[in-house]
């Protein structure tokens, strides 16, 4: 029996065992707070002193630099609690009671990626847990005229296995399916119309997952 690379077979593939239950997927958005990582672009502001204002990029190393305090260790913090760090170096040095603001303006750190039958495919950076299916299709500029709306395919790692889920756009609209939230390299394909061999696809990229741990998810 003929396989693809990945170790499928050309046979009949069980749609209901190829895809996960949707009910596996975030419906409401995370609540706890964004954890700040490299690349992410940073607005920091300190009430009554507009000369500590400024954007700053996380760095490779996790860091940021800044005016008379150097470089600040930032990765894996949520912003209130790089607040309370750079308040309190401030305070040691510059400042009586420093009220520091931090906004991260860009999220580069999480990305999710679009590919196969969109407008835009590509990788976009996202809130992950803030962003539903449907608006990162608008990042993508939405389906392109090939596509099949019932054909799109979220991937996405759990625990320590790679799953498929077969989402519906038009049924998503239509408020018969609900929009899920999407995760941190979350990536979604849009199969063609046209499609014969859609589901070996999908069922390839999944045994490539398994067998050489892809960190796709």
Sequence with gaps: MPEDKAGVSAAAINEQELFSSVSELDYSAKSEDYRIGVADLLKISVFRADEFEQEARVDSDGSISLPLLGNVRVEGLTPSQLEQQLA?????????????????KEYSSQQITLDGAFRKPGIYPVTAGQVTLLQA???????DTIADPGKVVLFRKIGNRPKAFRLNIDAIRDGQMKNPYLRNNDIIVAHRSNSRYWLKEVASTISSARSIAIPFY
Aim: net charge positive.
């Design 137 to 143: 299709l608008a990042l993508g500029g939405g389906l």
């Design 88 to 104: 309190s170096l401030l305070k040691q040095k510059y400042l009586q009671n420093p009220q520091v603001t931090v906004f991260v």
